[in-house]
């Protein structure tokens, strides 16, 4: 940043090196006033322009800084309207399912004991028993696998310790669902059975643990290559990276 001190050195200096020329030239210094304004006119509106830049560079980082605020207060108030959204829709889903014992946070993510887990706010105090199904209105997000008062370690369905029983909703065929890390894969479906890609995965409730008829997510691709079973790989309609609150149901 030019200083005002800079200013007037570089206006002396030039001053100086005028009447050395002029000494050097033996001839007598002349100076007059209007001459002399005249010659100094240049430097001022040097200074003067200096002067505006350096204002318009302080308006300028003062309008960053507001413009930075009120982007803040838009995020702000833009989570707001998507929280009270997503409360709104895991409430309907409560008044539509009268086995949801409770609506938790998510609080945490991870576990010693399992790769994928997350942690709810909600706990023994609130009717939550462990096996418990944990949903959000788009599917099925796990099962409770350890519990305490306050709070509850969920079990996410991409664990590769997880499992459930589960129906192809279109041909009614019937087989296992495991975890494997970003995803899901169903066993113990026959070759001759037709899956086809973008089929439903619903919850058949034989497993005894998990209600009947809960969405879990879409056949991505079915291998028929390998032994007497398909190999077939499911997307979840919950992405795990996306669940903020989540409905704890009943047993099956």
């Known amino acids: 940043m030019i200083k005002k001190s800079s200013i007037i050195s570089l206006i002396l200096i030039t001053t100086f090196c005028i009447f050395l020329i002029f000494y050097q030239s033996k001839k007598e210094i002349i ?3 209007f001459y002399f304004s005249q010659l100094l006119k240049p ?33 702000y108030y833009s989570s707001l309207v998507q929280e009270n959204k997503r409360l709104k829709e895991i409430l309907s889903l409560k008044e539509q399912r009268k086995d949801i014992v409770a609506i938790g946070k998510v609080i945490s993510k991870g576990s010693t004991k399992y790769l994928k887990t997350i942690w709810i706010d909600k706990g ?13 209105t788009n599917g099925l997000v796990g099962k409770i696998v350890s519990v305490y008062p306050e709070s509850s370690e969920i079990l996410l369905i991409t664990d590769p310790n997880f499992s459930v029983s589960v129906r192809i909703e279109r041909s009614r065929a019937e087989g296992i669902l495991s975890g494997k890390g970003d995803k899901c894969v169903i066993k113990y479906i026959p070759l001759e059975e037709e899956v086809l890609v973008g089929d439903r995965v619903i919850t058949s409730g034989l497993d005894g643990i998990f209600p009947e008829g809960v969405i879990i997510g879409a056949v991505k691709s079915s291998d028929k290559r390998k032994g007497l079973f398909q190999i077939i790989e499911v997307i979840p309609m919950q992405p795990e990276n996306k669940i903020e609150e989540v409905a704890v149901i009943k047993r099956g």
């Open 124 to 136: 023994s105090a609130h009717g939550i028993k462990k096996d418990y199904s944990a949903v959000t």
């Open 43 to 75: 430097l001022i509106l040097v200074k003067d322009s200096i002067k505006d830049f350096l204002l318009l560079k302080q308006e300028n980082a003062q309008l960053k800084k507001q413009i930075f605020e009120l982007s803040l207060k838009e995020n």
């Open 31 to 33: 100076l007059p006033k």
